[in-house]
């Protein structure tokens, strides 16, 4: 007697699709052991970016030592630049595939290394290679593997933490620059970079402090897209779908031959059992491109590349770091221009620096207060930088460069306090890894760039204020970039929002429908 068949699971693999795969996301403690991180990145940008602002007390000396160009002396401090934006990728998938700690210690090494190297040079490029290259490249792997880490350690006080730890900068240069001017005294340009080589192993310590963040067991649920998306593995769920068609097939074949069935349906039945092979088979090859593409996404998410609005928040870096660097590299010889004593010039800097902390932490407590869009307060504080350098050639007594000092250290700080704190806010926290990375990549050309541009301009004019000309006009530009990514913020926004208004409105005519099919 003939018997209905059990029904075959014939689901065709999008239908895999749309099933849900568990995420867990990390805790965000916002306290506790993440002030030890903050601590750690504090030192961290004291001892990388806050000695490539005091560098500039060792320009005048090099330059009259190797008798150079300006233009020429600039690369030391551009290629460090571009090289911490250009390895900042790497510094980040390193970060992935080991950890952030054990490439911290290794970046610091390299930084030690390339200090103390420098110190024995004989000719420019040697500098170019040891104080600018490999300082450079252990630069990136302790800065960006430490601010990766501090983002995943603060959520609701980002803004403050970021504010806070970018203020090392400050203080270390305030503190490294006066005391550069004495070793350099002391003990000459090479003497300096020989203890400066020594200090930089705290680096080294800074990386012992990156505790990993433990995750939760709360899971969030995404569509298997986005988890591709997100570098998850299929494997899991492509075997669950071979497992329900295989036994389905199994036993209607059985129940096919047991029950003596019709000759002919025995036959398309089995013909129809071939097709498991093939689909096997085309499970398999996606698994396999699944499992490189995993593997790929686990170190590098490649595709912030399709994001506009990182791509155009990228554009603003590149502009921008042509204008950060350059006014603190050639501010000291500026000032050494315009007929000012050697300490007197090099206090500049230190008074830049105390703005400059000012800044930092105003600013970022201003903006974890969410009184307007971090975007639109970088905006402003990005066009206010560049309306200050463009007025720099105005100054030239002492008291006027104090004032200038004073008024481009609170606007950087301003700047710099929140620039970063925009990124996860375009791509969001989970991807903030590579998004910085790639945002430094980016980035690079505009700090390899800035430097000798601006020197370019000195030694053609003869007159260090062309040189914060040029870095003024870059930042208004860059200013552009941000303008746009404020408008496609606003246009997402009331995209959603109007998607939210539709659904509201379907779900109350479908509940009026309801109403009137019940009366």
């Known amino acids: 007697m003939w018997q209905k068949p059990v029904q075959v699971n014939m689901d065709p693999p999008v239908k895999a699709r749309n099933r849900r795969v568990v995420v867990e996301p990390s805790a965000v403690p916002d306290g506790g052991y993440a002030w030890f991180i903050l601590l750690s990145c504090f030192l961290v940008f004291g001892l990388t970016f806050g000695v490539i602002k005091a560098f500039g007390v060792f320009y005048v000396d090099i330059h009259q030592y190797f008798e150079t160009t300006a233009a020429g002396t600039s690369w030391i401090t551009s290629i460090a630049v571009a090289t911490v934006h250009i390895v ?13 700690r054990s490439v911290v210690i290794m970046g610091g090494l390299m930084c030690s290394t390339g200090v103390v190297l420098g110190a024995f040079a004989r000719n420019l490029i040697e500098l170019y290679l040891t104080a600018g290259f490999l300082n450079g490249f252990g630069y990136a792997l302790t800065w960006t593997p430490t601010v990766t880490m501090l983002g995943m350690y603060f959520e609701k006080r980002r ?8 203020s090392g900068e400050c203080i270390v240069t305030f503190i490294l620059t006066p005391l550069f001017q004495l070793l350099i005294d002391t003990f000459s340009w090479r003497g300096a970079l020989l203890i400066l080589g020594g200090l930089q192993l705290n680096l080294c310590v800074c990386g012992m402090l990156l505790r990993p963040l433990k995750a939760t067991r709360d899971g969030t649920y995404v569509n298997e897209v986005k988890a591709g998306e997100e570098g ?35 036959k398309k039945f089995l013909e129809e059992a071939k097709v498991i092979p093939n689909l096997t088979k085309d499970y398999t090859n996606n698994s396999k491109r699944t499992e490189v593409r995993t593997t790929v996404l686990k170190y590098v998410d490649y595709t912030l590349i399709t994001n506009a609005r990182f791509m155009v928040y990228s554009m603003f870096g590149v502009f921008a770091a042509l204008g950060f660097f350059a006014p603190s590299l050639f501010l000291v ?36 207060l969410r009184l307007v869009e971090t975007v639109q307060q970088l905006t402003i504080t990005v066009i206010l930088l560049g309306t200050v350098l463009l007025l720099c050639p105005l100054a030239s007594s002492f008291s006027e460069l104090v004032a200038f000092s004073a008024a481009h250290g609170l606007v950087y700080g301003a700047t ?43 030694d053609k004019m003869d007159n260090y204020g062309t040189g914060f000309l040029m870095s003024g006009a870059a930042l208004i530009v860059s200013a552009l970039f941000l303008l746009i990514l404020h408008q496609m913020n606003r246009r997402s926004q009331g995209v959603k929002s109007y998607g939210t208004h539709t659904d509201k409105a379907g779900r109350r005519a479908e509940g009026k429908e309801h109403d009137m099919s019940l009366k």
């Open 88 to 100: 900042a990728p790497l510094a980040s998938a390193l970060s992935a595939r080991y950890s952030h």
């Open 159 to 166: 803004p403050v933490a970021n504010a806070l730890a970018s």
């Open 232 to 266: 998850l593995s299929l494997q899991l769920l492509l075997k669950e779908d071979l497992d329900d068609i295989k036994p389905g097939f199994q036993t209607e074949r059985e129940l096919h031959i047991s029950e003596g069935s019709d000759q002919n349906k025995n």
């Open 333 to 368: 010889p500026y000032a050494r221009s315009k007929g000012i004593e050697e300490y007197q010039a090099a206090s500049l800097m230190s008074i830049s620096a105390v703005l400059d902390l000012f800044g930092r932490v105003f600013f970022g407590w201003l903006a974890n």
């Open 416 to 458: 710099v306090a929140i620039h970063i704190t925009v990124l996860p806010e375009v791509v969001g926290v989970q991807r903030l890894g590579s998004a910085l990375g790639f945002f430094m990549l980016i980035r690079s050309s505009g700090g390899l760039l800035g430097p000798p541009v601006a020197g370019f301009f000195i």
